[in-house]
């Protein structure tokens, strides 16, 4: 019998257990770093909580902030542009690019996800895609965006709709999974979003 097995139980030799071995230590670490981030959340001061996220790899343009209790996967994927907010109780992924634009503004609960499981896998391999958010987009609250997805300049996104394709620019949508609703009459964008909460 083998020392070494895969998680499909297949006997392994040392030479290819030894790359799984450095992977599993490097998912420790990702895991405890993780954890990190995710205990940073709690502190009710952006500006402490945005130089930890940046020391960990967020790219966090000026002016913007991310609200507490957010939880991050791989952050050195993760860019947010000048002049965004981020709700509480988000989730940004970085394990292929996330892109966030600038004057965003992501509501509560809102997951951003760009790796899914390939679900016509045999070993139900998971499959990486970056996700963009263009300029001035609004994403309401418990919106769900799945991976490979743009998003166009001035989108809107409506609460708990789910974003399974491209939306282009301009647009409301909302539903599950997320469909066309509307049109912003609004076609040049030169607001300013409001001041973050503070000790939030």
């Not at 000048?82 to 940004?92: A, K, M, N, Y």
């Not at 965003?104 to 760009?114: F, G, M, P, T, W």
Request: charged share 25%; hydrophobic share 40%.
């Amino acid at each position: 019998m083998g020392l070494f097995k895969d998680k499909m139980g297949r006997e392994l030799s040392f030479q290819e257990a030894l790359p799984k071995i450095f992977n599993r230590f490097y998912s420790c670490c990702l895991d405890l770093e993780l954890m990190i981030l995710r205990w940073t959340g709690h502190v009710p001061f952006h500006c402490i909580r945005k130089w930890i996220y940046q020391v960990a790899g967020v790219k966090i343009g000026r002016g913007s902030v991310i609200h507490m209790w957010a939880n991050f996967f791989k952050p050195k994927g993760i860019e947010i542009g000048e002049g965004t907010i981020i709700g509480d109780h988000v989730f940004l992924d970085g394990r292929a690019k996330l892109k966030i634009g600038n004057h965003v503004d992501i509501a509560s609960q809102v997951l951003i996800y760009n790796s899914e499981h390939d679900i016509n896998d045999p070993e139900f391999k998971a499959r990486e895609e970056p996700v963009s958010i263009e300029d001035y987009v609004f994403i309401g609250p418990r919106v769900i965006i799945q991976p490979g997805i743009k998003i166009g300049k001035g989108v809107i996104i409506a609460a708990g709709a789910v974003v399974t394709k491209d939306v282009p620019p301009g647009k409301v949508v909302g539903g599950v999974p997320a469909k066309e609703i509307g049109e912003r009459k609004l076609k040049e964008y030169r607001y300013r979003l409001g001041r973050a909460r503070l000790f939030q």
